[in-house]
């Protein structure tokens, strides 16, 4: 599918999705959304742009092996996850700060716990479809 | 109440493999790791033994959500022991691997996958929700899955194929099962489901309920008419891996079979000799199977079904003594069958073949290794004092007391059929006169391995045979301990009472 | 709506166990698929459906109203699928690499499991 119509658009899309997907992510908790479905659309992002312009092109703009994504969200998840068991709170506790940030909203282990929700589908994903877009 | 320390060998488990997963390119790195992180496992776990041994049952609620409506970490006696199990083999098969493991597939994350697949057995074990069980298990099928395929040999791929649909089968069961208890009772919690299930009305529907548990269970644990998929698959993989497989993999599905049986749905008489049959015949066609097998790692594969049909027995004859001889042996076979994959890993480092026609003679090359490995065979065998016969003897106990004179017949004929083929096995490759085998080039023999290697192999087999004698000769030990373990599951109220708080 | 729903449901078991007897590993794939499907809206169905009512509490309120959609079946309905998704995932991966080695569809070409080795 290399119509220059869709190569273009998919140049405008990636960042715009990729954006949106981030969004997605932050929105997560009390409003439909989250890490899962953030990642996911991330993930369809690359999808997108390795539809119209190559595999090998998207592998290049990513720069690293997405398999690396995993081990990073993992470690963000557990960490965020065991967080609460250093104030004396059961495992998985969320903790909020008291004050929240502005544009992101208020922020506590969940949205960590989300962000490596995320970055784990993102690894997970781009390995799947690479994986199967080999050699096809 | 709560207790953070108990999720703490899953947590960890899970912290190595993150780790290991940062060092992917660094081979003889993950190997360290990996050992160092599973003998810290061994011993969080043994803590976490003496602590339920001690202060009684331990239960968690995640994230501070009270019990019926969270999800419930418990850990009784029988999960704290399971997960104590579950690291020795964890331990002594990351060591075996360190030397039987080809550099290939470690480059595809042989380790961090082996980690994830001892989280999620401990999970399973120490998990106190129904759905939540259901989660660990689709965590340990996918770690085995990868470990099954990783090297992508032709009978390894075959052989996933229907390891890979069975299991997804089962899930997909398992999964109708959770939707139609949740629809009965409204609860996930496996305490609350004690009380709510034994309010139900409609009973037919938990009966259908019951038995759909019984087959997905069934099919993991792979029982008499559910088994297919073992035999051809655990053949396939690299020794470690069968090993591994082997050793917990069905006995995961023998636990969820225990605990469902006696805390959710206690069975009425029908389904006691539903699962009595199943047990006889389990046994039966096991043994059977083993008998005329030539490959060694396949009659081990068969022996795993004979003997999951002893577990079975015991839940079948439903008395706490039953129960206890099931506990026993479960706590045996875990130990026993890991070691044998090992042992028929090292036997084919030697030779260059797993087929029993072919092998020969190993007892004059190799005296002393050959005396080494006659202890997990005569213990799974169960000549007294070695660790088999306790766990019978305590079955054969528990049939009598309840008069199931057909039950008695099949574990002393599953017994014989298993005495007849491991005498077989021995003679065929320990005594027999063996021809010199053709050298294949692509196999790197025992000898050619480094001292290091070597050592790492020996060394996994003598410690798990050290343990299985340890269980054979602490028997009355490990004996209190399964009698508490029966009569707290035949009695669930402190388990409830742990969880709940009523 | 619930009728129509187990009528769905059963129609997802009976294709998915039909598609799981066929000899093709793809539609062995399908099956399975379908059979899952069908599991995670039987999950849906015996949640209770209610219509129209979800389980958010408004800014004005402290607590939900008397009728509310239970959030449990759907919870456990997102996590079946995501698991399903990283199993599928590797099924289908897995018979892509299958078709490779033996080079063929049919279930009863696989048995090289059973050879005397």
Known sequence: MKTIIFKTASAYLLPLLLLFSVFILLRGHYLPGGGFVGGLMAAIAFVIHSFANGIDKTKNIIKFHPGFLMPVGLLLALTAGSLPLAFGDTFMTGLWMKQSVPVIGSVGTALFFDTGVYLVVIGVTLTIIFTISEGL | MSNPYIVLPVIFQLFVAVVLMFSWNRKNLQKLISVIGSLIALLISLLLLLKVNQEGIQAMQAGGWVAPFGITFVADTFSALLVLLTAIAGLAVSVFSVGSIRNARIKFGYFPILHLLIMGLSGAFL???????????????????????????????????????????????????????????????????????????????????????????????????????????????????????????????????????????????????????????????????????????????????????????????????????????????????????????????????????????FYKEQPLLSLLMAIPLFSLVGIPPLSGFWGKLLLIKGAIASSNILMIAFIILGSFLTLFIIAKLWAAVFWKDGAELPRKKHIKYFEELKPLKKKAMIGSIAFLSVISLGIG????????????????LMDPAPYIQAVLGI | MEILLVIIIGLLYAAGIYMMLRRSLVKLIIGLILLGNGANLLIFLLGKIVKGEPPIIADTEKMLGEIYADPVPQALILTAIVISFGLQAFAIILIKRAYKVVKTDDLDEMNATDEDL
């Open chain 2, 127 to 361: 998990t106190g929700d129904i759905f939540n069980l259901y989660v660990w298990f689709e965590i340990i099928i996918i770690s085995s899955f990868v470990l099954l395929t990783i090297g992508g040999e032709k009978a390894q791929i075959e052989g996933a194929i229907k390891y890979v649909t069975m299991n997804l089968l089962a899930s997909v069961i398992f999964l109708t099962a959770i939707a139609i208890l949740y629809g009965l009772t409204g609860s996930l919690n496996m305490a609350d489901l004690s009380i709510q299930v034994a309010a139900v009305e409609n009973r037919g529907l938990v009966n259908v309920t019951a038995i759909l548990f019984l087959i997905g269970f069934g099919i993991k644990s792979a029982v008499f008419p559910l088994y297919f998929w073992l035999p051809a698959s655990y053949h396939t993989p690299p020794p470690a891996i069968s090993a591994i497989f082997g050793g917990l993999l069905t006995k995961v599905g023998v636990y969820a079979l225990l605990r469902v049986f006696t805390l959710i749905f206690i069975p009425d008489e029908f389904l006691t000799w539903v699962i009595s049959i199943m047990a006889m015949l389990t046994i039966l066609t096991g043994g059977l199977g083993a008998l005329i097998q030539n490959n060694m790692r396949k009659v081990f594969s068969y022996l795993i079904i004979c003997h999951i049909g002893f577990m079975l027995a015991g839940l079948g004859i439903y008395s706490t003594i039953a129960i206890a001889g099931a506990v026993f042996y479960l706590v045996h076979d875990i130990m026993v069958k890991t070691n044998l994959f090992m042992v028929s890993g090292l036997i084919f480092k030697f030779k260059g073949t797993y087929s029993m026609r072919l092998l020969g003679g």
């Open chain 2, 473 to 488: 000769f602490g028997a009355e030990w490990i004996m209190r301990l399964s009698m508490t373990i029966a009569e707290n």
